[in-house]
């Protein structure tokens, strides 16, 4: 059974950082994309950033470039979304989901059959 986790969200200051992660389980190769997205409340789902199978493409969408970074660790089945210099407007739950991909990866949230359960994170004073 194809099951992703995430964790690591939390209540943080405005500037300050925290370090998704998203442990995946149940896929039979590592040839899967992974993609970040966040939903704050009454907005609609966004995409934030994802990687491709072997980590050699990332997207990030305009609002969080420069600020938000994404890597993976295949042997560990782990994708890290790590955000710094966090806004008020970054408040939201997150979401991992994943796409079976060779190469590539897209944040547009069609493309992605399996999504984790969400994590809260909280930037506030």
């Known amino acids: 059974q194809l099951q992703l986790v995430e964790s690591g969200g939390g209540l943080v200051q405005p500037g300050g950082s925290l370090r998704l992660s998203c442990a995946a389980s149940?896929?039979?190769?590592?040839?899967?994309?992974i993609g970040w997205f966040r939903q704050a409340p009454g907005k609609e789902r966004e995409g934030v950033s994802c990687?491709?199978?072997?980590?050699?493409?990332?997207n990030f969408a305009d609002s969080v470039r420069g600020r938000f970074t994404i890597s993976r660790d295949n042997t560990k089945n782990t994708v890290y979304l790590q955000m710094n210099s966090l806004k008020p407007e970054d408040t939201a739950v997150y979401y991992c989901?994943?796409?079976?991909?060779?190469?590539?990866?897209?944040?547009?949230?069609?493309?992605?059959?399996?999504w984790g359960q969400g994590t809260q994170v909280t930037v506030s004073s």
């Open positions: 989901a994943a796409a079976w991909k060779l190469g590539g990866c897209t944040i547009a949230t069609p493309g992605y059959p399996y």
């Open positions: 149940g896929f039979t190769s590592d040839y899967y994309a």
């Open positions: 990687i491709s199978s072997r980590g050699g493409s990332t």
